[in-house]
């Protein structure tokens, strides 16, 4: 004989777990984070630069220059001309500043650049006159150079080396902190002619 059972009751409906409220709690804290993930998070600003300070342009010197900021060169870039017109010896020189002042003809301590002829015992003893000429600079800032035209009467350095050398005004000659100086000549007159002017081997100064 076969005996049959009675299937067994399914319930109408799952009942809910019971939840205490301590998991509760670890199960909205959950929740909460796992939306926070996808939130951008707030860009780090931007570091902030000065901006680069601008160096002060000099135009003047008012103080005796430290000898340790000078270093300076003082080069021919072409060769002498004679103006028979007016009797004067041209000369064109760059001045070159590899020091760390600017080098300027202007103010109560200027640079000039200063022409001396230099006789048989120095500038400083006749013939030899230190304080020939003078000729000025422009704004020469450190690490630059510039182009100086020098105009010179022939008749009192005929015979003499001329020798150009800078020179701040009231304070020193550079070649007194060993800063190097450029001698040019001597000249003389073409076989003794006036308004001519020749290397000491008779060949005649170029005209300009």
């Known amino acids: 004989m076969t005996i049959l059972s009675a299937p067994a ?13 301590a998991l509760l709690a670890i199960l909205l804290l959950n929740t909460t ?22 160096p002060e342009v000099v ?19 072409a060769p002498a001309r004679y ?5 004067e010896l041209l000369l064109s020189v760059r001045v070159h500043n590899d020091g760390q002042a600017t080098l300027v003809s202007a103010g109560a301590a200027l640079v000039n650049l ?18 020939f000429m003078r000729a000025p600079l422009p704004v ?3 690490g630059d150079s510039a182009e100086i035209a020098v105009r010179l009467p022939a008749e009192p ?25 450029l001698d040019i000549g001597p000249f003389v007159r073409c076989d003794g002619q006036t308004a001519t002017l020749c290397q000491p081997d008779g060949s005649p100064v170029a005209a300009e």
Not at 34 to 50: F, K, N, S, V, Y
Not at 83 to 87: E, I, L
Request: aromatic share 2%.
């Open 114 to 131: 200063g022409a001396m002829l230099v006789g048989p015992e120095g500038p400083d003893v006749a013939p030899g006159l230190r304080d």
């Open 33 to 54: 984070l796992l939306a926070g993930c996808g939130r951008d998070l707030p860009e780090a600003p931007e570091p902030t630069t000065q901006p680069a300070a601008i």
């Open 83 to 87: 103006n028979p017109a007016s009797d």
């Open 157 to 181: 350095l005929l015979g003499l080396p001329v020798r150009l050398e800078l020179v701040q005004e009231g304070v020193n000659w550079f070649s007194a902190y060993g800063q190097p100086s």
């Open 140 to 142: 020469i800032a450190p």
């Open 9 to 21: 009751q399914i319930p109408d409906r799952v009942q809910p777990m019971n939840r205490s409220p």
């Open 59 to 77: 135009t003047s010197i008012e103080a005796a220059i430290p000898p340790e900021q000078l270093a300076t060169r003082i080069e021919s870039i």
